[in-house]
C-alpha cells in the first residue's frame, strides 16, 4: 500500500482495535505511534525484530534492542535467533532479561 508508514500502520491498528482485536503485532518502531492511539489502552502490542543490542540484525529491518521496543511501549517481545542460535542459549536468554531490567532500575 503506496503511503506514509506511520499512517498506515496506526490506521490499521485503530481498526484492528476498533473490531475488537485484543492487541496487534507491530514493529519496535512503531510501538510507541500505536500505544499513543485511544483505542490502544489496555491492548496488546507484540514485537518482533527485537535484537540484543550488539546482535546482528541478520535479514531484519526493522530491528530495537528489547530495552528500547519495551520503552516505546511494547508488551510481548519476540526474540527467537539471538537465542537458538546462540553458543549458549539459557545465557543469551538471561542477558537479554538483564538488558531489560537495567532499563526498569
Known amino acids: ?11 490499521r491498528a485503530a481498526r484492528a482495535f476498533e473490531a475488537g482485536a485484543d ?5 519496535p518502531r512503531e510501538a510507541a505511534l500505536i500505544r499513543a492511539l485511544p483505542e490502544a489502552k489496555g491492548r496488546l502490542i507484540v514485537t518482533p525484530g527485537v535484537r540484543p543490542a550488539g546482535s546482528d540484525a541478520g535479514d531484519q529491518k526493522r530491528i530495537e534492542t528489547p530495552a528500547a521496543a519495551i520503552a516505546a ?11 537458538w542460535q546462540a553458543a549458549d542459549p539459557r545465557a ?3 542477558a537479554i ?9
Open 73 to 83: 511501549g511494547s508488551d510481548h517481545l519476540v526474540v527467537g535467533r539471538p537465542i
Open 23 to 27: 492487541g496487534i503485532i507491530a514493529s
Open 97 to 105: 532479561i538483564a538488558e531489560i531490567s537495567a532499563t526498569d532500575a
Open 1 to 11: 500500500m503506496p503511503g506514509d508508514l506511520a499512517e498506515i500502520v496506526t490506521t
Open 92 to 94: 543469551a536468554a538471561q
